[in-house]
């Protein structure tokens, strides 16, 4: 059984920087990509940032250049660097992964979500 687990989100000023990180567990062969999605009260949910397991990543426009995502694949953990915050990007935040546990396919995990709130 797999498991994602989220940490690091929390309340902070517009302006302000908040990590989060989330680690996979269990019975995995490998994981593929990696990544956080964001949903904001009565909005879908959407790509905030992903990175393949050779460290490509792509960003979501409202977010290049003040969000930076990582990954120790030693660790199976990603990492959400977010800087110059704004009340825009309150949302919970969900750590996600593509990986195959082993004797099984790939498939999609999810984490448990994070919340970020940014007062201005």
């Known amino acids: 059984q797999v498991q994602l687990v989220e940490s690091g989100g929390g309340l902070v000023q517009a302006g302000g920087s908040l990590r989060l990180s989330c680690a996979a567990s269990g019975n995995i062969f490998n994981i593929n990509s990696m990544g956080w999605y964001r949903q904001a009260p009565g909005k879908q949910r959407e790509l905030v940032a992903i990175i393949t397991a050779g460290g490509s990543s792509n960003y979501a426009d409202s977010v290049k250049g003040r969000f930076t995502i990582s990954r120790d694949n030693a660790k199976n953990t990603v990492y959400l660097y977010m800087n110059s915050l704004e009340p825009e990007d309150t949302a919970v935040y969900y750590c996600?992964?593509?990986?195959?546990?082993w004797g099984r396919g790939i498939r999609d995990y999810w984490g448990q979500g994070a919340q970020v709130t940014v007062s201005s």
């Open positions: 996600y992964a593509n990986l195959r546990e």
